[in-house]
Every structure is written in structure tokens, then in C-alpha cells.
Nanobody
């Protein structure tokens, strides 16, 4: 059983940056594909980014490509989401998630693949 705790959210002006860490405990972190999702008020939760077990493969939603970067530090059991050039449309609760996999280079962008979720951290971007 993996426990995930996100942090780093807050209020930022448009054009600003935030870095969201997600700390994992209770499992073998390097055995999991990690992902970030977000949910804006009144909208369904949507995929943001994912990273493979070894960190060598990443995949992004078109809406954040070129602005957001996902990374992981398996020694620290932590995955990060660096968010640059933030826009008001990025306002949402951000969730990290973990998906067990046998494949070192696998990545997942569908919620159904993820077994474990954090409680979320709120990001608000003002215009």
C-alpha cells in the first residue's frame, strides 16, 4: 500500500511558476509509474503528466506541454511537477497517483491504470 502526499500548491500570478512535490511512503517507489492529474471546479479530473519507473520516459497533456515538467527522485521517493508560465486555466486541485508496473519504461495516461492517489493540493492562478 502506497501513501502519497502532495504539497507546494498555492496562489500565483499568471506567468509565474510553482513546483509540486509528491512524497511516497509504504511501498517500493521505483516499482511505480507516477502521474499527475488535475481537477478544476465543475470539471472532470484530467491527465497532466506521467513518468516511467526509471524516469527515462515522460508524456504530457497537450495543454501543458512545453510549460510543465515531471521528474522523479527514486532515492527520495518523490515525484515533482514543475509548472512554468502558469495560466488562469491551470487553476485546479492537483493530484499525484501511482501505478504498479513490471515495465521500466512504461507510462500511463489513463486514470484507470492508477491504484493509489494523494489527497491533492490546490493551485490557483490569478490573471
Amino acid at each position: 500500500q502506497v501513501q502519497l502526499v502532495e504539497s507546494g500548491g498555492g496562489l500565483v500570478q499568471a506567468g509565474g511558476s510553482l513546483r509540486l512535490p509528491c512524497a511516497a511512503s509504504g511501498g517500493t517507489f521505483s516499482s511505480y509509474v507516477m502521474g499527475w492529474f488535475r481537477q478544476a471546479p465543475g470539471k472532470q479530473r484530467e491527465f497532466v503528466a506521467t513518468i516511467s519507473r526509471d524516469g527515462g520516459h515522460t508524456y504530457y497533456a497537450d495543454s501543458v506541454k512545453g510549460r510543465f515538467t515531471i521528474s522523479r527522485d527514486n532515492a527520495k521517493n518523490t515525484v515533482y511537477l514543475q509548472m512554468n508560465s502558469l495560466e488562469p486555466e491551470d487553476t485546479a486541485a492537483y493530484y499525484c497517483a501511482a501505478a504498479p508496473t513490471l515495465f521500466h519504461s512504461g507510462i500511463y495516461y489513463r486514470e484507470v491504470n492508477y491504484n493509489y492517489w494523494g489527497q491533492g493540493t490546490q493551485v490557483t492562478v490569478s490573471s
